[in-house]
């Protein structure tokens, strides 16, 4: 299969094989009027297989949300069809209104308006915990 290469956009890179649909959700962008390439099991001689997300735009993205599902990622910027810009991506230390808390008690879960904010607990577990009532989020 080929895709080729865009002349001004993003592509999101070494996301980890099966992970790459997340992304693609989290970021919403099934709703974008651009064309997006979301490539899953590519070969790769560095990780076996990987996912890939071309976006044929140069958008603003939020970095935490990739970093969340994948922080090996990285985003490159691409315009006129060179590389302008790549960033390595880490674990966020805060999430706000990327996940949800499942505790139906929670004050989150009562307040529509109330932003959902999660706070790194554990990083080598990777664990976030509800700043309101704190319930790990699972992911």
């Known amino acids: 299969m080929r895709v080729d290469g865009i002349q001004n956009g993003i ?18 962008l099934k709703d974008k009027e651009y064309s997006v390439a979301l490539m899953i099991n590519v070969v790769s001689n560095k990780m076996g297989r990987k996912d890939i997300i071309k976006i044929d735009s140069v958008m603003p993205i939020d970095y935490d949300v990739i970093g969340y599902v994948d922080p090996g990622a990285t985003v490159n910027t691409i315009k006129d069809g060179k590389l ?3 960033a390595a991506l880490k674990l966020p230390k ?46």
Do not use: W
């Open 11 to 28: 592509v999101i890179d070494h996301i980890t094989a099966g992970k790459g649909m997340k992304i693609y959700d989290l970021l919403g």
């Open 84 to 86: 302008v810009d790549k």
């Open 94 to 139: 805060k999430l706000v209104n990327v996940i949800r808390c499942k505790n139906p008690r929670c004050i989150s879960s009562q307040e529509q308006e109330l932003d959902q904010i999660f706070k790194l607990t554990d990083e080598g577990q990777q664990i976030y915990r509800c700043i309101y009532c704190e319930t790990a989020a699972k992911q």
